[in-house]
């Protein structure tokens, strides 16, 4: 079976520009949730979609956003990008709540 | 600002012998957890989960404990190897879906 994968893995922005990041989940898998991952602030979630539906969210400001197709494919979107953005964007898949949540390689985002 | 890395917790320990990686969570809600590895430019790996209602689970040369009484959980490896140098995570949901929170991970070095 197919892991978590995300596009692109690589991407580089200047600021105020904006960005989509895609993520298809394992196949059967209904949960999609997003994370930043950061150097000082590590680990932190972003949202999650389940049926196409928000389902929970973090502490994040409006300029990041997501949503997820009816074939559970998610994307996120951030707009006006600052440099405090660039991370590494990690998504993950699972069954269902609280089941077993795989992560994909993640996406490289610089903001210059 | 400059932003500050997380100081990690590292652990160094010699091939052959066991490892042992502790997490402290603060909320009584958590019910499920889960330990990550993460190698260098990868996305986290799913390692063993644990939910709140047993104390001990076990895998393959991995054992994870659940002491809900102090909020502490562990995870032992079994003869360790190089290739289990990584950085490992433990991530707490709190019956909120799948939004998990992480610790800030601890870093493991094999000497071979």
């Known amino acids: 079976k197919a892991g978590v994968t995300q596009t692109p893995r690589y991407l580089i922005k200047t600021r105020g520009q904006q960005v989509t990041l895609s993520c298809s989940p394992i196949?059967?898998?209904?949960?999609v949730s997003w994370y930043q991952q950061t150097p000082g602030q590590g680990l932190q979630f972003l949202f999650e979609?389940?049926?196409?539906?928000?389902?929970n969210k973090g502490n994040f400001p409006g300029r990041f956003s997501g949503r997820q197709f009816s074939n559970s494919r998610s994307e996120m979107n951030v707009s006006t990008l600052e440099l405090g953005d660039s991370a590494l964007y990690l998504c993950?898949?699972?069954?269902?709540?609280?089941?077993?949540?795989?992560f994909g390689p993640g996406t490289r985002l610089t903001v210059t | 600002g400059e932003s500050v890395g997380l100081h990690l917790p590292t652990l160094s320990v010699q091939e052959g012998d066991n490892s042992i990686i502790n997490c402290a969570y603060s909320?009584?809600?958590?019910?499920?957890f889960i330990w990550y590895k993460q190698e260098s430019g990868k996305g986290p790996q799913f390692i063993i989960d644990?939910?709140?209602?047993?104390d001990k689970r076990q895998g393959q040369r991995v054992t994870v404990l659940l002491n809900k009484t102090v909020k502490h959980l562990s995870l032992q490896i079994a003869a360790t190897q190089p290739g289990d140098s990584a950085v490992y995570f433990c991530?707490?949901?709190?019956?909120?879906?799948?939004?998990?929170?992480f610790g800030t991970g601890t870093s493991l070095t094999v000497i071979p």
């Open positions: 993950a898949s699972s069954l269902a709540r609280d089941y077993e949540q795989y």
């Open positions: 196949s059967g898998h209904r949960s």
């Open positions: 979609y389940f049926s196409e539906t928000q389902r």
């Open positions: 909320n009584s809600a958590s019910d499920y």
């Open positions: 644990i939910r709140s209602n047993m």
């Open positions: 991530a707490e949901s709190r019956n909120t879906g799948n939004q998990f929170y």
